[in-house]
Nanobody, 120 residues
């Protein structure tokens, strides 16, 4: 089971990017999913999370600008980022709790990270 993140890049302040995170492998179910980010010299922080059911959550600094969503049929999660600011610059990682269809064991899986740079 693995996660593949994509969609990062460089944009000017006020711009938008859409990140994707696709899960693949022997998947029985995907439970909670989330996006984290890590800026240089800082700890990794949770940006947004979406459970298999229920309400989404956002860190205060992105609420109203970022939208997390998931397409369960495609085993894919998205992060729409609007009104980007220089302080959003970081490596963004996706994370999911995935139940393996062979063992029914739930694993915490991380994607490889995708760079987002916001600069004029």
């Amino acid at each position: 089971v693995q996660l593949q993140a994509s969609g990062g890049g460089s944009v000017q302040p006020g711009g938008s990017l859409r990140l994707s995170c696709a899960a693949s492998g022997t998947i029985f179910s995907i439970n909670g999913m989330g996006w984290y980010r890590q800026a240089p010299g800082k700890q990794r922080e949770l940006v947004a999370a979406i459970p298999s059911g229920g309400s989404t959550m956002y860190v205060d600094s992105v609420r109203g600008r970022f939208t997390i969503s998931r397409d369960n049929a495609k085993n894919t999660m998205y992060l729409q980022m609007n009104s980007l600011k220089p302080e959003d610059t970081a490596v963004y990682y996706c994370n999911a709790r995935i139940q393996d269809s062979r063992s029914y064991v739930e694993y915490i899986v991380w994607g490889q990270g995708t760079q987002v740079t916001v600069s004029s």
